[in-house]
């Protein structure tokens, strides 16, 4: 299954999962650790192009980037998520929201670009 389809079917599972049950800060938790997870998989992928001589330096420098710009924003929507059950206030789930809708195009970006190196399997 090439990358894209692997990150849209773990979307789609999250938001599966999210109907299912009503706990939003469960739910939350849960679709963190899955992006955490494709995040792991796709800086393994790269890393295993760059042992194997597949990418370069640049190649491998920039799945890095990509990287630490998702991981940044996940750190920030952990934060977020925190605050929230902290206080509950609707401000601080639309926060969160709008950094769960940055997270998603960080991970994508990152897939996507794995996947241009040859990542896709």
Request: charged letters at 20%; hydrophobic letters at 45%.
């Amino acid at each position: 299954m090439n990358a894209k389809k692997y990150v849209f079917l773990m979307v789609v599972a999250l938001l599966l999962a999210g109907c299912a049950k009503p706990d939003f800060t469960t739910d939350s938790y849960r679709m963190l650790n899955v992006s955490k997870e494709s995040y792991n998989s796709s800086l393994l992928m790269a890393a295993d192009l760059y042992h194997q001589g597949v990418i370069g330096e640049a190649e491998k420098e920039t799945a890095i980037r990509y990287g630490n710009l998702y991981m940044t924003t996940h750190n920030q929507a952990v934060a977020a998520l925190l605050e929230y059950e902290l206080y509950e206030t609707d401000d601080a789930k639309r926060k969160y929201i709008d950094l769960i809708a940055s997270l998603l195009a960080r991970l994508s970006f990152l897939v996507d670009y794995v996947g241009s190196l040859g990542g896709e399997s």
